[in-house]
C-alpha cells in the first residue's frame, strides 16, 4: 500500500518506514516533486498536521498524512509546545531548525528549575478516502541535566523517556520505536490503514 508522508524531514521518514515495515510503501514529499515549504502556521500540533495534509491533498490530489510533534516541559508551562522544531530561532540565538541551540536553550531555561517533567506528544493527521483522522501518541519522561548518547535527533539526547534511565538518543532505533510518542501514533495509523484498506 502507498500512501505519502507530507515532510522533508529523512530522519522522520526513515523513522516511520522503520516502524510500518514492509506492509507500507510510505513515500515523502520530495517522491512527488513537492518542493515547496509547506506552511506550519496553526496554533496547535493539530491545527499544524492538518495544515500540511490538507497542503498535499489540495495540490498533489494525493490521500496522505502528515504529523507534528511537541515537547511539552511542565516547569516551562508548555514550552516549547507547538514551537519545538523553531525553539532557539523564535525565543533565542535566531538559529534555524537548530537541534543543538533548541537543546541548549531548553537547558538553560530549565537551569534553575527542579521538576523536570515532560512529555512528547506526536499528532498525525491523516486524509484518506475523503475523510480526516488523527492519531496520537505521547512518552511522559523528564529532561536531563546534560545530552547523553548519540542516536536519534531532535531533543533525543536530553530526554529520558519515563522508567528507561537513558535518554532516546542512548536506545538502539527498535527500542525507541516500540515506545516513543511517533511510534505510538504510527502504530494507531497503521492499524486504521490495515483495518480500513
Known amino acids: 500500500m502507498k500512501i505519502v508522508f507530507a515532510t522533508n524531514n529523512a530522519h522522520k521518514l526513515q523513522e516511520v518506514r522503520q516502524i510500518l515495515g514492509n506492509r507500507f510503501d510510505v513515500v515523502g514529499l520530495s517522491d512527488i516533486g513537492c518542493t515547496e515549504d509547506i506552511p506550519e502556521t496553526a496554533d496547535t500540533l493539530e491545527g499544524n498536521a492538518l495544515q500540511k495534509a490538507r497542503y498535499v491533498k489540495e495540490h498533489y490530489g494525493l490521500d496522505c498524512f502528515a504529523d507534528d510533534t511537541g515537547l511539552e516541559v511542565r516547569a516551562l508551562d508548555g514550552a516549547p509546545g507547538v514551537h519545538t522544531a523553531r525553539y532557539a530561532e523564535l525565543f533565542g540565538s535566531g538559529a534555524t531548525h537548530d537541534s543543538n541551540a533548541n537543546m541548549n536553550l531548553l537547558l538553560h531555561n530549565l537551569a534553575n528549575k527542579t521538576d523536570r517533567h515532560a512529555r512528547f506528544r506526536t499528532v498525525i493527521a491523516l ?9 496520537e501518541g505521547i512518552v511522559e519522561g523528564e529532561i536531563l541535566p546534560e545530552r547523553h548518547g548519540d542516536e536519534g535527533f531532535g531533543y533525543d539526547p536530553v530526554f529520558a523517556p519515563e522508567g528507561r534511565g537513558i535518554s532516546f538518543a542512548q536506545m538502539a532505533v527498535q527500542e525507541k520505536n516500540a515506545i516513543s510518542h ?16
Do not use: I
Open 182 to 197: 511517533r511510534g505510538r501514533a504510527t502504530q494507531k495509523l497503521a492499524h486504521f490503514l490495515l483495518k480500513n484498506e
Open 127 to 135: 486524509l484518506y478516502k475523503g475523510e480526516e483522522h488523527l492519531f
